[in-house]
């Protein structure tokens, strides 16, 4: 069983408020990814992380912001929600094999984000 | 850049019955590959994957899966599906070499079961 939290699980507010998505894990892993997750489409990653200090942009461009001042905490912000940003944000954090990015990744059971 | 394609958005098989379920990909060289699992409201959890070595890979519940470089396919196989087994299924590739931290999904297979 994977040690990957994220909260909260669902969440709905207005235009314009600001929203931190929280994602924990207690695997002491140091790489930790964001993905988004719509209905009928493949799960694209939008910020990930190699360790504390460490953040990089992935490949679908993101109004949002993250953090890592922690190795076990990797939230994710906006700053100013819209409707265009519905949808389930997925957190994951990689089991590391002898340094390489072959090892597997544990997946939060996600957070499912509705913009009014 | 890698790519991977899942052919079949929704798949109906009967309980007991056999399954497959397809995925490609497009990588210019060996690639990582893995299989996913995620039930309704749930995170993904991995199924198998295949990073070298024996070209057919067991899984856990009963899955396996068989890479074929020939055909750029891995598709996900298991002998009998259980009504536990509805969810949805994604195939995944990851480049090899360090610093490549892109790890590409499709777009996944639903999979109902009937009884």
């Known amino acids: 069983e994977a040690d990957i939290y994220q909260t909260p699980r669902y969440l709905v507010i207005g235009t314009g408020k600001k929203i931190t998505l929280e994602c924990s894990q207690t695997?002491?892993?140091?790489?930790m990814y964001w993905y988004q997750q719509d209905p009928g489409m493949e799960l694209h990653l939008i910020h990930y992380s190699y360790g504390v200090n460490s953040t990089e942009k992935g490949d679908l461009s993101s109004e949002s912001t993250v953090s890592r001042i922690r190795t076990e905490h990797f939230p994710l912000t906006l700053e100013s929600a819209r409707p265009s940003h519905t949808s389930q944000y997925l957190c994951?954090?990689?089991?590391?094999?002898?340094?390489?990015?072959?090892?597997?990744?544990?997946f939060g059971e996600g957070s499912r984000l509705t913009v009014l | 850049a890698q790519s991977v394609t899942q052919p079949d958005i929704h798949i109906t098989v009967s309980e007991g019955a056999s399954l497959e379920l397809r995925c490609n990909y497009s990588y210019g060289a060996t690639p990582y590959l893995f299989w996913y699992v995620q039930s309704p409201g749930q995170g993904l959890q991995l199924l198998l994957k295949y990073f070298s070595g024996d070209t057919l890979v067991q899984g856990i519940k009963g899955f396996e899966a068989e890479f074929k470089r020939s055909q750029s396919s891995f598709n996900l196989r298991k002998p009998s599906v259980h009504w536990s087994d509805a969810a949805e299924y994604f195939c995944a590739v990851g480049a090899r070499g360090f610093g490549n931290e892109k790890l590409t999904f499709g777009t996944g297979t639903r999979l109902t079961i009937i009884p």
């Open positions: 695997m002491g892993h140091d790489k």
């Open positions: 994951a954090s990689r089991d590391p094999l002898a340094g390489s990015n072959t090892g597997e990744l544990f």
